[in-house]
């Protein structure tokens, strides 16, 4: 007597109905009110109306986002981080790094960039102008790392996101980051500050004695450099910069400065390092100051020539 195994067929879901299901239970269980973007499979909520210019793939946008994946594997909220800030083409916008201009012409990412889908089609289609807000879930299969996730960053396979994205018009930046400043020294009462009209806050602790500086002086100084979101990017015992080294926000405040004073600065990007941010070489190392970040200096001035 012969036996046989009965063999029942293994169906498997395809990505797209997986992303489907994803995004379904999260929309429920979290009762958003979101709109299906046509039949790409995205999801979108307008949280707050354009009020500024129209948006186009061409133009170069400041872009503040969080981004965390359906199953809260995955989450970047920090908005003062480089993950959560933009400053570039928005067509070469991709949602996760790598993205932007650095990769353009790079065959590699050709399709990714090319391709007429995903967070870029959303807030150009939908959100339409800047000095707004929109909230976009987007599947898997249309975001960078796919099916497969990303491991190095811990990003799970199949791993749908849920996106929420300021588009910052230019002419409005300083009102942003004004405001920024404003609510940073207020959280952390930092108190008895003055503003220049260039919109840069400073404190002088200690003011020092003997001659002033000038925008002409080689200062040499202790100082500590630190993000909004406290995370110290560099600092030095000693180091000696050349009047071309120096920033905007210096020029303005630190000629009010003596040998021995001591000095906090609190300055917007444009007084700094601009709006796609730098690396910047400090004495042996490099820093990295992400996209249009406010900045705080605190510095001692040790000497001048």
Do not use: H
């Given at each position: 007597?012969?036996?046989?195994?009965a063999c029942?067929?293994?169906?498997?879901?395809?990505?797209?109905?997986?992303?489907?299901?994803?995004?379904?239970s999260y929309?429920?269980a979290?009762n958003?009110t979101?709109q299906p973007?046509?039949?790409t499979?995205m999801?979108?909520?307008?949280?707050?109306?354009?009020?500024?210019?129209?948006?186009?793939?061409a133009?170069?946008?400041?872009?503040?986002?969080?981004?965390?994946s359906l199953?809260?594997?995955?989450?970047?909220?920090?908005?003062?981080?480089?993950?959560?800030?933009?400053?570039?083409?928005?067509?070469?916008?991709?949602g996760?790094?790598?993205?932007?201009?650095?990769?353009?012409?790079?065959?590699?990412?050709?399709?990714?960039?090319?391709r007429?889908?995903?967070?870029?089609?959303?807030?150009?289609?939908?959100?339409?102008?800047t000095?707004?807000?929109?909230?976009?879930?987007?599947p898997?299969?249309?975001?960078?790392?796919?099916?497969?996730?990303?491991?190095?960053?811990?990003?799970p396979?199949?791993?749908s996101?849920?996106y929420?994205?300021?588009?910052?018009d230019?002419?409005s930046?300083?009102?942003?980051?004004?405001?920024s400043?404003?609510?940073?020294?207020?959280?952390?009462?930092?108190?008895?500050?003055e503003?220049?009209?260039?919109?840069v806050?400073?404190?002088?602790?200690?003011?020092?004695?003997?001659?002033?500086?000038?925008?002409?002086?080689?200062?040499?100084?202790?100082?500590?450099?630190?993000?909004?979101?406290?995370a110290?990017?560099?600092?030095s015992?000693?180091?000696?910069?050349?009047?071309?080294?120096?920033?905007?926000?210096?020029?303005?405040v630190l000629?009010?400065?003596?040998?021995?004073?001591?000095?906090?600065?609190?300055?917007?990007?444009?007084?700094?390092?601009?709006?796609?941010?730098?690396?910047?070489?400090?004495g042996?190392?490099t820093?990295?100051?992400?996209p249009?970040s406010?900045?705080?200096?605190?510095?001692?001035?040790?000497?001048?020539?």
């Amino acid at each position: 007597m012969s036996l046989f195994a009965a063999c029942k067929k293994q169906e498997y879901q395809s990505i797209e109905e997986l992303d489907a299901v994803s995004i379904d239970s999260y929309i429920r269980a979290n009762n958003l009110t979101v709109q299906p973007l046509g039949n790409t499979g995205m999801y979108y909520q307008i949280l707050e109306e354009g009020k500024g210019n129209d948006i186009d793939y061409a133009g170069r946008y400041a872009l503040v986002y969080t981004v965390r994946s359906l199953d809260g594997v995955y989450s970047v909220t920090d908005t003062f981080a480089s993950a959560s800030r933009y400053f570039d083409y928005l067509g070469y916008f991709l949602g996760a790094a790598p993205q932007g201009s650095i990769i353009a012409s790079n065959p590699n990412y050709q399709g990714q960039i090319e391709r007429e889908e995903g967070l870029k089609m959303a807030i150009r289609s939908m959100l339409k102008k800047t000095d707004g807000q929109i909230r976009v879930l987007i599947p898997s299969r249309l975001l960078p790392y796919g099916r497969n996730g990303n491991t190095d960053l811990g990003i799970p396979s199949n791993a749908s996101m849920d996106y929420v994205i300021r588009v910052i018009d230019s002419a409005s930046m300083p009102a942003y980051e004004d405001t920024s400043i404003k609510s940073y020294l207020q959280k952390n009462n930092l108190t008895g500050f003055e503003r220049t009209e260039g919109g840069v806050y400073y404190k002088i602790t200690e003011q020092g004695a003997g001659d002033s500086i000038t925008v002409d002086s080689t200062i040499n100084i202790n100082f500590k450099l630190r993000l909004f979101n406290g995370a110290e990017v560099t600092s030095s015992d000693s180091l000696s910069y050349a009047p071309a080294s120096w920033t905007d926000a210096w020029k303005a405040v630190l000629p009010k400065l003596k040998k021995g004073g001591t000095m906090t600065i609190v300055s917007p990007s444009s007084a700094t390092y601009g709006m796609p941010g730098a690396s910047v070489g400090v004495g042996s190392g490099t820093i990295t100051i992400p996209p249009f970040s406010s900045v705080l200096y605190e510095l001692k001035l040790n000497d001048k020539k």
